[in-house]
């Protein structure tokens, strides 16, 4: 089996957790919801900080939730995240979506947000997905598309860092314009047209505690992150054009009309 060649390009720095411990199953994994049944097996792929994987967990309480992560340093804040929300129906392991060690037919539910952006081979993951779902089950998958997002203003420099990002995450292996092409990867991976459900989601950040709080980690990820260290050691940013990006995000965070889209592409898989 191929094993997972793309570089996770933000890692797990505080400025990313910020965001990812933000994400909730009604946030990020809606339009999942009304499949799941109190009794269902679900494997939640590049779980994170675990967040949305015990809010699935508590969706299913006479069944059994695996989060699974290939970064195993955030999985300890996973165990916790659930701990404290008092979930005793979830695991978490570490492990690759490229060769998933797990058998055939092993789920009902196999949930992967923001996932396939950032991997090497999505159509082989979906291979490996579609494989441990037992038949009748459901592989459902949700990822951002950077070229659709948009904001108002047009501060100088959020076109700059738009563009720096697409640069860096394809030169690390990945498509951040993932959203758009889901449906495109189920097909090759096999599933047929009429059992897949193809819909998409937004998130939007508008009030003055929204954009501060988008802005000011997307400020922090643009310096301190592993992006940053990326998108300097390989070549597509200077230190300096870098702490220029973060002050525009600031700028931007600052404007009274300032709002921000993001799009999303989302499939539901019938195997």
């Known amino acids: 089996m191929p094993q997972e060649s793309a570089v996770y390009t ?15 199953a009604a946030n990020s994994a809606g339009y999942l919801l009304d499949s799941l049944k109190p009794h269902m097996r679900v494997l939640d792929i590049g779980c994170g900080p675990g967040t949305i994987t015990a809010d699935l967990a508590a969706l299913v ?18 165990r916790a995240t659930a701990a404290a929300r008092g979930v005793d129906n979830v695991r978490f392991v ?46 459902a998958v949700r990822d951002s598309d950077y070229s659709a997002m948009t904001w ?69 990820r643009t310096v301190s992150s592993s992006y940053a260290r990326l998108a300097v050691d390989g070549g597509h940013a200077t230190e300096a054009e870098l702490r220029r990006i973060a002050e525009a995000w600031r700028a931007w965070g600052a404007e009274e009309d300032g709002w921000f889209g993001i799009l999303h592409g989302e499939l539901l898989c019938r195997v």
């Open 61 to 78: 309480p006479d069944g059994q939730v695996t989060g699974l992560e290939r970064a195993p340093e955030v999985l300890d804040q996973a």
């Open 10 to 24: 933000h890692g797990h720095h505080e400025s990313v957790l910020r965001s990812h411990t933000w994400r909730t």
């Open 152 to 220: 108002y203003p047009e501060v100088p420099g959020m076109t700059d860092w738009l563009q720096l990002y697409l640069r860096v995450a394809r030169a690390n292996g990945g498509e951040p314009d993932a959203g758009r092409r889901l449906h495109a990867w189920a097909r090759r991976a096999g599933f047929a047209p009429e059992a897949v459900t193809a819909t998409a989601g937004t998130w939007c950040y508008r009030t003055p505690e929204e954009r501060a709080w988008w802005s000011e980690l997307w400020a922090d």
């Open 94 to 139: 570490v492990g690759d979506v490229h060769a998933l060690d797990f058998p055939d037919d092993a789920f009902c539910v196999v949930h992967a947000h923001q996932v396939l952006q950032h991997v090497g081979d999505p159509v082989q993951a979906l291979r490996e997905m579609r494989r441990v779902t037992k038949p009748g089950g459901i592989v």
